[in-house]
């Protein structure tokens, strides 16, 4: 398998895992009802607007969010947008059939269902754990998934050429990728 082959299906498989959970995540997910804990709660009815703000909590099934903040915008026709804030908003999902967990982190968190693109901006990170212990491994400043497409981007901040700030985890603050080598499966 090709390094570029190996990239597309690392960063596949982390991505559908949060935005696509009939493939990756757990099937069980989708029949779970969605619980949400925050330290306040509003809801506008007219605007189609709800925030959750202080120490958000989202589960559902397997999947949960962190965040400071969470507003949920719902569209004439239904199809909802999610943005969380946080420093950092963190998400976790277990994958199908395995035992693998999907986890990220950044600064903001987008999901628009319609468009069906996940954006994680500022300082983003995400990782395969696999038994418990880290996998592979994106991170960079924007993190972009495109789902009806099957495109993702990995930059740093605003485009490709901008620079970014170093971190204790990414000291370059360039965009990197970490992937494990295939285990060889014994008879």
């Known amino acids: ?9 690392l960063c596949l498989s982390l991505m559908l895992g949060l935005v696509s959970p009939s493939l990756f995540a757990e099937r069980a997910d989708r ?11 509003v809801h506008d009815e007219a ?65 628009s269902a319609r468009d069906e693109i996940v954006r994680l901006e500022d300082a983003a990170e995400m990782r395969r754990v696999v038994e418990g212990k880290a996998a592979d491994l994106m991170q960079g400043e924007l993190i972009v998934y495109d789902s009806r497409k099957e495109r993702y981007e990995v930059n740093r901040a605003g485009s490709p050429a901008s620079s970014t700030s170093a971190q204790a985890s990414n000291p370059s603050g360039r965009v990197r990728v970490v992937i494990q080598p295939k285990v060889e499966s014994k008879p």
């Open 47 to 111: 605007r189609r607007i709800t925030k959750f703000q202080g120490k958000v909590i989202l589960s559902k099934g397997s999947l949960q969010i962190r965040a400071d903040e969470l507003e949920v915008i719902e569209d004439q026709e239904g199809y909802q947008s999610a943005t969380a804030l946080g420093k950092p908003v963190e998400f976790r999902q277990k994958r199908e059939a395995v035992n693998e967990m999907i986890e990220g982190q950044a600064r903001k968190l987008f999901y």
């Open 1 to 9: 398998m090709s390094q570029a082959t190996r990239i597309k299906t």
């Open 31 to 41: 029949t779970k009802p969605m619980t949400v804990e925050a330290d306040h709660f």
